[in-house]
């Protein structure tokens, strides 16, 4: 007697639990997706690049170390590298930008 009532409520639960589960990967599933890399600089660029632009740019401080500002520059080169896809615009924004940094700074700025 008390076996059928024990199954029962065994398969019961069983099918709470396997409910709340799929109520809850479909409301997970419903949420906006969140940006999974960081977000660079998106604005426009100045004439004359400054330390800010630069630092943005790279994604670092304004008064970070040479070896960070290596670091940072072989990681946004490596995503917009020309021979991968990349622009070269960009990629002459970004030599600049690290130039900038390390204070190899030429009067003409950018190529383009």
Excluded: C
């Excluded at 990967?25 to 632009?53: C, H, I, V």
């Excluded at 401080?61 to 500002?69: S, T, Y």
């Amino acid at each position: 007697m008390a076996t059928p009532f024990l199954a029962g409520l065994a398969i019961a639960a069983a099918a709470l639990a396997g409910r709340y589960g799929i109520q809850a990967w479909q409301s997970l599933k419903a949420r906006p997706p969140k940006p999974r890399m960081r977000k660079f600089y998106d604005g426009g660029f100045q004439p004359k690049m400054t330390r800010r632009e630069a630092a943005l740019i790279l994604g670092i401080r304004e008064n970070a170390a040479a070896d960070k500002v290596k670091e940072a520059h072989r990681r946004v080169m490596v995503a917009n590298h020309p021979d991968a896809g990349g622009s070269h615009y960009l990629a002459s924004k970004i030599n600049e930008a690290k130039d900038v940094m390390l204070g190899k700074t030429k009067d003409g700025g950018s190529a383009f």
